[in-house]
C-alpha cells in the first residue's frame, strides 16, 4: 500500500516461545485492550480542549477550521480525540487525518475507532469503488471492517496490497480474513510461492482451504529441504504448522493413522512396534497429528516408543488423557519424573501427571520448572493442582517463587495456606497473576487492617488483590482519590468482584461522589470520558435510572454504555438478570436513536456488545441484514431464548431472501446451527450440518463454565429445556447426512439410510447425542465407541438404558471385556458419567486406585448413596487407607463419593487435610445434615465455636458445610458474613434456618444467593420475606410485575428451576 502500516503481529521470538495457539488468541486479546499512554487519556483530551480556545489568545481554534498541519502537530495528544470530535474534523483532510491517527491506533477509544471508520466509509463510499490510495489511509482501521465490507473490495485491491493486510490483527470473530482469502483464492493467487506466502498473517492462514493448506505448506517443505538452513522459511513452516485450521490439520493427519492403522482393522495399536511409533509422530506432516489418535489408542501402543517420542519433542497437543500415557511411558522408561523428564514433557505432556506423581517428583525440580508445570496446571486435575501448592508452599515452608504461579494454581491455595504464607509475599504475587475474591479479601485486609488511610497508589500496588476491597474500605479513602480507587480496583480486579459487594461500592461511594462533582442534573457528567471508561463493571451497578438519556452528556453516556458491552458475558449475567440488562440495552438503543424505530446498524451493535443478548425479538427484526450476518459469530456465543433465535434467522432470511438449505446459508451453518429452532433444523442441508459440526465444532458456542451456570439464570426452563431438545435435533440431522458429500458449489436434498451412530457424530455432538437410542447406541461398532468414549463419558443425562448400552459395550470381546475387574483405572476413568450405570456391587469390585481417575467418575453428581458407599469402600481398600488417613488431596479427589463416608467416619477426618481441602469438598450438595455438622464440627474446632467471630474469607470457603449452623448462629452473623456465604449453600439450607432471618437480613443477600434458595423453602417465608428476597434477585432494581398466587414473581420461581438445574449440571462436568 506504498507506505507501510506498523504490524500488529506477535513478534517472532515471542510466538516460538509461546508456542500454544490457544495461549496467542489469549495474549491478542490482552494486547489488543492495552494502551501504552504516554499521559492519561483524560490529560490528553484536556489538552486537546485547550488547544481549540480562541485563535486570537494563540490557539488553533475549533476543530472544524483545522487543517492537516495543526493536526499533524499536535503529535500523540491527537490519541485523546473522542468518538465526537470525529464529526469535526474537516471533510477535506479527514482521510489525511486518519493516516496520521494510525500511529496511535492502540491509545484510541474503541468508539472512537468505531467513529472513524462508520465515516471514512461515508466519506470515500463503498468499499467496492476503493483505489489504493483510500486502503493507505484506511491503515490499521480495516481490520475492523466487517465482513461484507471486505467482500466487496476488488480482488486485485486485494492481491496488490495483500502484504500490508498481512500484518493486521483482525478481531478473533472477524468474518473479514475468510472473505479477503476466498477473494485470493478466486485471483488465482499462487500459495505455493513462498515469497507469497510470507505475505499472510495467521489471520488469513487459518482461514486458507484444505487442498490450498496441503498445497502451502507442501511448497514451504520443499523449498526448506533444498535450503535447510533458511530460518525465514523454518519459521514460515512453524506459523502455517501453528494457525492453519482444524479442518485442513484434521486432512494433512489423517495419512498419519491409515498408515498406522489402517481401516481394515488388522493391525491394532498394540500391535505397533516402538520404532514406528517414534517415527509416526516424528514423520507426522504437521504438528499437532497426535489428536488423530484417541487416549486408548495412547494406551495401548508401545511405552517405549511414546517415550522417544516425547523425549524428541514430537507432541504439540495432547489431551489430558493422551498425555498421561505419555507420562506413563516416560516414567517407566526412565524410572522417575524429574527436572529432565519435565522439560521433555513439556507444559503439553505435562497436562498429564498425577497427584502421585506431584508427591514423588523432588521439590526443587518442581520449584526449578514451575514455567512448565504453571502452564499444564490449567489442564490438570483440582487434587493435583492443590499437591503442587502443598508441596512447594505447604506447612508455611517457601520452596518455590509465588511469582511464577498462575491462576489455577493459586486458586488451590486453601485458607490455612495462605495464612501461612508472608503478606508482601501474597501481594508481590498480586501484582503478577490473579486471586479469587476469597483470597483478595484476606490479602486487603491483612494490609491495610492497621492503616487509617488508603490511597490510589495503594489499591494498584495490590494487583489483583484490590478485587477484595468493600464497601467500608472507602471510609479510609479521602474523596478526591475515591474514583482512581474504584478505577483501580477494577483495573486489577475486573471479573473478580461479587455483585454485592460492586453494588454498594457503587451506590454509596460512587453515586454520592458523582453528585458532588456534576455540575448538572446528571450524576454522570461528573465522571471524565477517562472515568467513565475505566469503571464499567462498578458503574453498572449503579440505579439504573442513573443512565437516563435525556439529561447527561451525551459523550460520558456513550462511553459508560459502550463499555458495558465490552464487559465478559459472564460479568454480564453475574451483574444483572436479564430483565435488568434488558433496560440497559434499551437505553442505548435510545441512546443511538434506534429505541422503538429506525435500522439497527452495526454501530450500534458493535456499542452493544456482549449486551447483544438482551435485545428483543422486535428489535433482531430491525437489525441490518450484513450486520446481523457480521455479528453471527458473537451471536452464536450467548444464552439466547428460543424466540431471539427464531427471530435472529426470520431476520436473515427475509434480509437473504434465502433459505436455510440455500449454499449462502450452508457456508454460515458453523455460526448459525445453534441459532436455528428445533422445528426448524429438518430444513437445513444435512451433509453442510455434518461437515461444520464435524470439522468446525459448530455445536460448540465457546461458553465457559461461569457463562453455562449463568444461562440458567438467564433463561426459562422451557428454554433450557428447549435448547437441549435442539442440539439433539442437530445432531440426528447431522447424522442422516454425509459431510464428504458436503459442496460449497452443488446444492442437493439427500438423506442416509443408516441410523448407527459413527465416531465423527459421537465425538462431535456433545450433549446433543442423547438423542441416539439405547438400540442405536448398540449398533455402533466397538471401534467406534473406543474412538468416541473420551468425548462421551463427559456427557451427563443419559436415560438408565443408554448407560447400559454403552457398558455392554464397554463389556463386549473386542473392547475391554466382560470382566470389569480386569479393567484399570485409565479405561473407568474414560467412563466418566457412563460409570453411574454401574451397580453398587459393579463399584465395589472396580480398580478404583488412582486419585485422578477416581475424580473422573466422581466429579459427577448423582450418585446413589449405596454407589457412592461402595466407591468409598473399595477406594480404601484398595489404597489400604482409613478415613482419619485421608489427605486433602485424597478428599478432593473423592468428590461426590464423599458423601458415602459416615457422619462418625467424618468426626474421625484429620482436621487439617479437611480444612486443606474444604474449598472443594464444600461444593457437593449431595450430604445429609449430619454429615454436614460432622464437617462443621472440625471447622469449629479450627475457628473457634461463635461462627460470628469468624472471618468473611473462611466462612466462604466452607461452601454448603455453613448450611450446618443453627438458626441463631445464621442470624448472628453480620451482613458482611452473610454476603460471604457460598450461594451452593443457600441451595441446601433448612427452611428454619432461613426463616429466622429478617427481611431486611434477606434484602442484603447477593443475587445468586437469594436466586439459589429452593421454592420449598420460599413458600414457608413471610409475604416480607419473599419480597425482600425477590428484591435482591433483581438487585433492588424493578421487579417484573407478573407475580404468581404468592406474591412472588413466576419467572424468578422459574429463575431457581433453572440455576438449580445448570448447577447439577455444572457439578456433573
Excluded at 1040 to 1064: E, L, Q, R, Y
Aim: glycine letters at 6%; one cysteine or more; hydrophobic letters at 40%.
Amino acid at each position: 500500500m506504498g507506505r507501510e502500516m506498523p504490524p500488529e503481529e506477535i513478534d517472532d521470538e515471542r510466538l516460538q516461545e509461546i508456542g500454544d495457539r490457544e495461549q496467542i488468541e489469549e495474549l491478542d486479546d490482552e494486547m489488543s485492550m492495552e494502551r501504552f499512554e504516554p499521559m492519561p487519556l483524560a490529560a490528553m483530551r484536556a489538552l486537546l480542549g485547550a488547544v481549540q480556545q480562541s485563535t486570537d489568545d494563540g490557539f488553533f481554534g475549533p476543530m472544524t477550521a483545522w487543517d492537516q498541519a495543526k493536526f499533524q502537530r499536535l503529535g500523540v495528544l491527537l490519541a485523546g480525540i473522542t468518538s465526537d470530535d470525529v464529526e469535526q474534523i474537516p471533510r477535506a483532510v479527514f482521510n489525511d487525518v486518519t493516516a496520521i491517527l494510525q500511529e496511535h491506533s492502540r491509545l484510541l477509544e474503541p468508539m472512537t475507532k468505531m467513529k472513524l471508520l462508520d465515516r471514512f466509509k461515508r466519506i470515500n463510499g463503498a468499499p467496492s469503488t476503493w483505489t489504493e490510495d483510500i486502503l493507505i489511509k484506511l491503515g490499521k482501521l480495516f481490520s475492523r471492517l466487517t465482513g461484507m465490507d471486505c467482500e466487496q473490495i476488488s480482488a486485485p485491491m486485494i492481491k496488490d496490497n495483500i502484504a500490508e493486510i498481512g500484518k493486521l490483527k483482525f478481531p478473533r470473530d472477524s468474518r473479514c480474513p475468510e472473505k479477503l482469502v476466498r477473494k485470493l483464492v478466486a485471483e488465482n493467487y499462487d500459495f505455493t510461492v513462498p515469497d507469497n506466502l510470507a505475505k499472510l498473517g495467521r489471520h488469513l492462514i487459518k482461514h486458507l482451504p484444505n487442498d490450498v493448506a496441503n498445497d502451502a505448506l507442501a511448497a514451504i517443505v520443499a523449498a526448506l529441504e533444498g535450503d535447510p538452513t533458511n530460518a525465514q522459511l523454518q519459521h514460515m513452516k512453524d506459523r502455517f504448522e501453528m494457525f492453519i485450521s482444524d479442518v485442513a490439520r484434521k486432512d494433512m493427519c489423517s495419512s498419519v493413522r491409515d498408515a498406522l492403522l489402517p481401516q481394515d482393522g488388522n493391525v491394532r495399536p498394540q500391535d505397533l512396534t516402538s520404532t514406528q511409533v517414534e517415527e509416526a509422530f516424528g514423520s507426522a506432516p504437521v504438528a499437532g497429528c497426535e489428536n488423530v489418535f484417541t487416549a486408548e489408542d495412547f494406551r495401548n501402543m508401545n511405552r517405549q516408543g511414546l517415550c522417544e517420542a516425547a523425549k524428541n519433542g514430537n507432541f504439540q497437543d495432547l489431551t489430558r488423557e493422551q498425555a498421561r500415557h505419555v507420562v506413563d511411558s516416560i516414567r517407566e522408561c526412565d524410572g522417575q519424573i524429574g527436572r529432565q523428564q519435565i522439560e521433555q514433557l513439556g507444559a503439553v505432556g505435562m497436562r498429564g501427571v498425577g497427584t502421585n506423581d506431584i508427591r514423588n517428583i523432588p521439590v526443587d525440580d518442581l520449584a526449578e520448572e514451575m514455567d512448565i508445570i504453571a502452564t499444564a496446571a490449567r489442564e490438570m486435575r483440582p487434587a493435583t493442582r492443590r499437591e503442587i501448592v502443598r508441596q512447594l508452599f505447604g506447612g508455611g515452608q517457601r520452596r518455590g517463587n509465588m511469582t511464577d504461579l498462575n491462576r489455577e494454581l493459586f486458586q488451590a491455595f486453601p485458607n490455612r495456606m495462605l495464612k501461612e504464607q508472608n503478606i508482601d509475599d501474597l501481594i508481590e504475587a498480586a501484582t503478577e497473576t490473579e486471586f479469587d475474591n476469597r483470597q483478595a479479601r484476606y490479602i486487603f485486609r491483612q494490609k491495610f487492617k492497621d492503616q487509617n488511610e488508603i490511597s490510589e497508589d495503594d489499591v494498584r500496588g495490590m494487583g489483583s488483590a484490590a478485587a477484595g476491597m468493600r464497601r467500608d474500605d472507602f471510609d479510609k479513602i479521602s474523596d478526591d482519590q475515591k474514583l482512581g480507587c474504584i478505577a483501580a480496583m477494577e483495573e486489577t480486579g475486573r471479573g473478580n468482584m461479587r455483585c454485592r459487594q460492586k453494588r454498594e461500592i457503587a451506590k454509596e461511594v460512587l453515586l454520592p461522589r458523582l453528585q458532588e462533582l456534576s455540575t448538572t442534573d446528571c450524576p454522570l457528567d461528573g465522571l471524565s470520558i477517562a472515568e467513565a471508561a475505566a469503571m464499567a463493571e462498578t458503574a453498572m451497578q449503579l440505579p439504573l435510572d442513573t443512565f437516563d438519556v435525556s439529561n447527561c452528556d451525551a459523550s460520558i453516556l456513550e462511553t459508560l454504555l459502550c463499555s458495558f458491552g465490552e464487559l465478559d458475558k459472564s460479568i454480564l449475567q453475574g451483574s444483572h438478570p436479564r430483565a435488568n440488562r434488558r433496560r440497559i440495552a434499551k437505553k442505548i438503543l435510545a441512546l443511538k436513536g434506534v429505541e422503538t424505530s429506525g435500522t439497527i446498524g452495526t454501530e450500534v451493535l458493535e456499542c452493544l456488545g456482549n449486551l447483544e443478548d438482551s435485545l428483543e425479538a422486535e428489535d433482531i427484526a430491525r437489525i441490518d441484514g450484513d450486520a446481523l450476518e457480521d455479528r453471527l459469530p458473537n451471536m452464536k456465543k450467548h444464552c439466547l431464548g428460543r424466540d431471539i433465535k427464531q427471530a435472529v434467522v426470520d431476520r436473515l432470511l427475509e434480509a437473504k431472501e434465502t433459505t436455510l438449505d440455500d449454499l449462502a446459508m450452508q457456508e454460515l451453518y458453523n455460526d448459525l446451527a445453534l441459532l436455528v429452532p428445533k422445528d426448524k433444523v429438518e430444513e437445513m442441508d444435512a451433509d453442510a450440518l455434518q461437515y461444520h459440526m464435524v470439522n468446525e465444532e459448530a455445536l460448540d458456542n465457546e461458553m465457559d463454565d461461569d457463562s453455562k451456570f449463568w444461562c440458567g439464570h438467564d433463561r426459562t426452563e422451557d428454554d433450557n429445556t428447549d435448547e437441549r431438545e435442539q442440539k439433539q435435533e442437530l445432531v440426528r440431522r447431522a447424522a442422516e447426512g454425509d459431510a464428504d458429500a458436503y459442496s460449497v458449489t452443488s446444492k442437493r436434498r439427500r438423506r442416509s439410510t443408516s441410523t448407527t451412530p459413527t465416531s465423527d457424530i459421537l465425538v462431535n455432538g456433545g450433549e446433543g447425542n442423547l438423542q441416539f437410542t439405547a438400540d442405536q447406541l448398540s449398533s455402533m461398532t466397538g471401534e467406534t465407541f473406543l474412538e468416541a468414549i473420551e468425548n462421551l463419558g463427559v456427557i451427563c443425562g443419559w436415560s438408565d438404558e443408554q448407560e447400559e448400552s454403552l457398558l455392554a459395550k464397554a463389556k463386549e470381546t473386542d473392547v475391554w471385556g466382560s470382566d470389569i475387574t480386569a479393567w484399570d483405572s485409565a479405561q473407568n476413568a474414560l467412563l466418566g458419567c457412563i460409570a453411574k450405570g454401574f451397580s453398587h456391587s459393579d463399584l465395589s469390585t472396580m480398580n478404583l486406585d488412582d486419585n485422578d481417575d477416581v475424580y473422573s467418575m466422581a466429579q459427577h453428581a448423582g450418585w446413589n448413596t449405596a454407589q457412592t458407599q461402595a466407591a468409598l469402600n473399595r477406594y480404601l481398600s484398595q489404597t489400604s487407607k482409613t478415613t482419619d488417613a485421608l489427605i486433602s488431596s485424597d478428599m478432593v479427589s473423592l468428590a461426590h463419593f464423599m458423601c458415602g463416608m459416615s457422619p462418625s467416619d467424618m468426626g474421625n477426618l484429620d482436621s487439617t487435610e479437611l480444612q486443606y481441602a474444604i474449598g472443594e469438598v464444600g461444593q457437593h450438595d449431595c450430604f445429609t445434615v449430619d454429615q454436614l455438622k460432622a464437617m462443621l464440627a472440625h471447622m469449629k474446632s479450627e475457628y473457634g465455636n461463635t461462627p460470628s467471630a469468624w472471618e468473611e474469607e473462611d466462612i466462604n470457603e466452607m461452601g454448603v458445610v455453613i448450611a450446618a449452623l443453627t438458626s441463631s448462629e445464621m442470624q448472628a452473623l453480620s451482613d458482611a458474613q452473610r454476603q460471604a456465604i457460598d450461594p451452593v449453600a443457600f441451595s441446601v439450607m433448612q427452611s428454619e434456618v432461613l426463616q429466622a432471618l429478617t427481611p431486611d437480613q434477606l434484602n442484603v443477600l447477593d443475587m445468586l444467593q437469594a436466586l439459589l434458595i429452593p421454592n420449598s423453602s420460599l413458600s414457608g417465608l413471610s409475604g416480607e420475606q419473599r419480597d425482600a428476597i425477590l428484591a435482591a434477585q433483581y438487585n433492588n432494581e424493578e421487579v417484573p410485575s407478573t407475580t404468581d398466587d404468592n406474591g412472588v414473581s413466576a419467572t424468578t420461581f422459574s429463575a431457581i428451576t433453572m440455576v438449580m438445574a445448570t448447577m447439577a449440571a455444572l457439578l456433573t462436568m
